[in-house]
């Protein structure tokens, strides 16, 4: 029986189609945690209410003195 190269090429093969697949894994730390979220929604919502927009301060026209009646 002759000893033939294909396992190895095979297993070259299979690896090398592994690497073409996207990597759908997840960090540990991307897990969502209940209270990092209420605590981000707060800071969200402090956030949005100190840059709410303010209306101009107006100032009232000027009123040019009257020329003397001479």
């Given at each position: 029986m002759k000893p033939t190269r294909t396992a190895p090429l095979a297993i070259a093969a299979f690896l090398g189609w592994l690497s073409v697949l996207p990597a759908y894994a997840v960090p540990p730390v991307a897990t969502p945690s209940p209270g990092y979220e209420a605590r981000l929604q707060e800071q969200?919502?402090?956030?949005?209410?100190?840059?709410?927009?303010?209306?101009?301060?107006?100032?009232?026209p000027r009123r040019s003195k009257r020329a003397p009646a001479n």
């Open positions: 969200r919502a402090a956030a949005a209410r100190a840059h709410r927009p303010v209306a101009p301060v107006t100032k009232p």
